[in-house]
C-alpha cells in the first residue's frame, strides 16, 4: 500500500511563512499525482486549498501556494494569520486511486 | 450554489453492511467532467480516500477495502450510494463525500480534483 507522509506538526509565528510537504513512499512527487492540498478546523468539514499542485480554488486566499520542491509536494503559507491554524492534508493519486497524507497540524504561535 | 449531504445511518452493529447516500444539488452526475468522492475520518485521526465515480460509471476503490466496498450513482435522483460491508468496530469514522473534477476547464489540465465537500456523517459500529 502507497503511504503518502507530511510532518505531524509544525509551528509558525504570525505573519511569518511555513512550508509543508508531501512525500509518497513510490518516490518523488510530479505533477502527474495531481497533488490536491485541503485545511481542516476542529469539528468542520475539509475545505479545499489548492489542486493540480499549484492551483487555487476561488475561495483560496492568495497566501497559499502550491508547489514540488525537492520531489514533494509543497504547500506554502505565507503572512500567516491566527485562523491559518488547523490540520493540512495533501492528497495524491496514484493510478486514479487516491491516498491522503497523515496530515500536518500547524500551529500559530 | 454546489452542495452535498451525506445521509445514513449512525449506528451500525459490527458484521452488518453500511450503505450511505450523497444527495447532491447544484451541479449533475451527468457532467461529463464530474464525479463525486469518499472519504472517511475516524475520530482523532486522518482522512481517508474511499472511492469515486464519474459520469462516465468510471470507478476506483482504495486498495486496503476493496473487497468490501461499492459505489453507485442514480442520475436521476441525483445521488452517489456508498456501501462497506462486514462492518467492524475500526470502520467508527465521520464519512464525507466531495466532488470530484477530472478536468480543469480554466488550465486545461486532466487531473482528479476535489472542490466542494459534505458536512459529513458520523457512523458508530458498537454491537
Known amino acids: 500500500q502507497t503511504v503518502v507522509t507530511q510532518e505531524p506538526s509544525l509551528t509558525v509565528s504570525p505573519g511569518g511563512t511555513v512550508t509543508l510537504t508531501c512525500a509518497s513512499s513510490?518516490?518523488?512527487?510530479?505533477?502527474?499525482?495531481?497533488p490536491n492540498w485541503f485545511q481542516q478546523k476542529p469539528g468542520q468539514a475539509p475545505r479545499a486549498l489548492i489542486y493540480?499542485?499549484?492551483n487555487r480554488h476561488s475561495w483560496t486566499p492568495a497566501r497559499f501556494s502550491g508547489s514540488l520542491l525537492g520531489g514533494r509536494a509543497a504547500l506554502t503559507l505565507s503572512a500567516v494569520q491566527p485562523e491559518d491554524e488547523a490540520e493540512y492534508y495533501c492528497?495524491?493519486?496514484?493510478?486514479?486511486?487516491?491516498?491522503f497524507g497523515g496530515g500536518t497540524k500547524l500551529t500559530v504561535l | 450554489q454546489v452542495t452535498l449531504k451525506e445521509s445514513g445511518p449512525v449506528l451500525v452493529k459490527p458484521t452488518e453492511t453500511l450503505t450511505l447516500t450523497c444527495t447532491v444539488s447544484?451541479?449533475?452526475?451527468?457532467?461529463?467532467?464530474?464525479?463525486v468522492s469518499w472519504i472517511r475520518q475516524p475520530p482523532g485521526k486522518a482522512l481517508e480516500w474511499l472511492a469515486h465515480?464519474?459520469?462516465?460509471?468510471?470507478?476506483s476503490y482504495t486498495t486496503s477495502l476493496k473487497s468490501r466496498l461499492s459505489i453507485s450513482k442514480d442520475t436521476s435522483k441525483s445521488q452517489v450510494v456508498l456501501t462497506v460491508t462486514n462492518m467492524d468496530p475500526v470502520d467508527t469514522a465521520t464519512y464525507y463525500c466531495?466532488?470530484?473534477?477530472?478536468?480543469?476547464?480554466?488550465?486545461?489540465?486532466?487531473?482528479?480534483?476535489?472542490?466542494?465537500w459534505g458536512q459529513g456523517t458520523l457512523v458508530t459500529v458498537s454491537s
Open positions: 447544484g451541479f449533475s452526475l451527468s457532467n461529463a467532467r464530474m464525479g
Open positions: 492528497l495524491l493519486y496514484f493510478g486514479g486511486r487516491g491516498v
Open positions: 466531495a466532488r470530484t473534477l477530472n478536468y480543469d476547464i480554466l488550465t486545461g489540465y486532466w487531473g482528479n480534483y476535489f472542490d466542494y
Open positions: 493540480n499542485t499549484n
Open positions: 513510490t518516490g518523488a512527487v510530479t505533477g502527474i499525482y495531481n
Open positions: 465515480i464519474f459520469s462516465n460509471d468510471e470507478k
